[in-house]
């Protein structure tokens, strides 16, 4: 079977990295399984892809905090680099003849560049299936339903798709009724829980003696995802672990993010080397395994990096992101009953308020690390039991055309 993956990203790291945790899940889970991965994602290269799994890069777009398009890397125009990127993916669909779809977050994919492709599928690949995947929450009510109003999003779901999945729980938030999906939308709609990481590749007592973390010393780790809009939480969190350094053994590691400009990853840097209990790297690839060797987190909510510290129970202070979108800040709002997860919002954070909040993370040791029963973690195997269903359809299809005398097919 043949499943192409569209993941727009235009900021951070979130899109790319959730789908490639769905797409190395289906890869081993369903045999036969190749998957082409088409993104605009600048980091896709850094990221280990297993065999059965190979990637088109689109040439790159970016989002201001205003919510504008810009273009990341070209001397085009944003029209002439949708454009491209448009082209690009009807060309690799009319070649590659999928046979199921996945479309990340966005219907008619950014800027509309999905809909010629979508078209093309509906009138010359009518058994290919198209599925749409959204994260749990898109954006606040407000913002959110004028935005798929005005684009048209609610038609482009009931037109094209097949499937509607939603990476999260109705309990957490119910895209059906926050969004008003219509009637016959809803029916398309399979809520199939959270996104749970895989064991992490290195232990952790591996990687604490990588770290060179002591015995009795703590490990904080510091992450912003991408990193790209960052800097207010990274250097409050260097000024905290300072504080908290004069008051125990405790070493930090600051995963800037690789989309922290390098004027701002200068001034961390500037910043770690004052205080001897703190480090910086700049990216890397097993985000699962510096997380499991820590003994707290302080972290956005995104939405992987939430998956992540729920499957590992991992004690954190999450400081979300409230633009442009209220994504963030609504997911940590609603997980706020999870007993391991301290919430300060951007505009209290202050390095005195994280350093207080730190100590009794730290302090509060192994008690009541448990995920509530609303967590559901099972999205990767009900996603796969459902491929795993069109793989055996795709088969039989097959091997009737296979079967087809020349004379009925010419037919």
């Known amino acids: 079977m043949r499943l192409l993956v569209y993941s727009h990203d235009t900021f951070g790291l979130g899109n790319i990295r959730r789908m490639l945790a769905i797409c190395e899940h289906l890869q081993a889970a369903i045999p036969g399984l190749s998957v082409l991965i088409v993104s605009g994602s600048p980091m ?21 905090e205003s919510g504008d398009l810009g273009v990341r890397f070209l001397d085009l125009g944003v029209e002439q680099i949708v454009r491209l990127r448009r082209e690009l ?35 010359h690949l009518p058994q290919t299936r198209i599925m749409l995947v959204l994260r749990d929450i898109l954006d606040a009510p407000a913002s959110t339903i004028p935005a798929w109003t005005h684009r048209g999003c609610y038609n482009t779901v009931q037109w094209y798709y097949d499937d509607v999945i939603v990476l999260g729980t109705r309990q957490i938030f119910d895209v ?46 510091v992450t912003t995802g ?67 060797s820590a003994d707290a987190v302080i972290s956005m909510a995104g939405y992987n990096t939430i998956c992540e510290l729920l499957t590992l129970g991992k004690r954190t202070i999450v400081i979300p992101r409230v633009k442009p979108v209220e994504e963030q ?35 509060a040791g192994e008690s009541e690390i448990n995920v509530p029963a609303p967590i559901d973690l099972g999205a990767l195997p009900r996603i796969a039991a459902m491929l795993a269903a069109d793989a055996q359809r795709c088969a039989h299809d097959r091997f009737e055309f296979g079967s087809m005398p020349l004379t009925e097919m010419v037919a």
Request: charged share 25%; proline share 6%.
């Open 89 to 123: 993916i009807l060309s690799t669909i009319v070649s590659f003849e999928p046979d199921v779809v996945l479309v990340d977050k966005k219907p008619d994919g950014l800027a509309g560049e999905m809909e010629p492709s979508l078209r093309y599928i509906k009138c």
């Open 176 to 221: 059906c009724s926050e969004y008003r999906f219509p009637k016959a939308m809803c029916t398309k709609v399979r809520f199939c829980g959270y996104v749970a990481r895989g064991v992490p590749n290195r232990s952790r007592e591996e990687m604490r003696q990588q770290l060179g973390v002591a015995q009795g010393e703590e490990l904080v780790l």
């Open 44 to 64: 896709l290269q850094s990221f280990r892809v297993q065999p059965g799994i190979d990637y088109i890069k689109l040439p790159c777009l970016k989002r201001a």
């Open 329 to 363: 800040r609504i997911r940590a709002e609603r997980m706020a009953h999870v007993p391991f997860f301290r919430p300060i919002l951007p505009d209290a954070l202050t390095p005195e308020l994280l350093a207080n909040v730190l100590l009794e993370q730290l302090h």
């Open 226 to 292: 991408g990193g790209e809009d960052g800097l207010h939480i990274l250097s409050t969190a260097v000024e905290a672990l300072r504080q908290v350094s004069r008051k125990g053994r405790i070493q930090g590691v600051i995963v800037a993010g690789p989309e922290l400009a390098s004027e701002r990853l200068r001034q961390i840097y500037a910043l770690a080397r004052s205080c001897a209990a703190v480090r910086v790297v700049d990216f890397v690839d097993d985000m699962m395994s510096y997380m499991n």
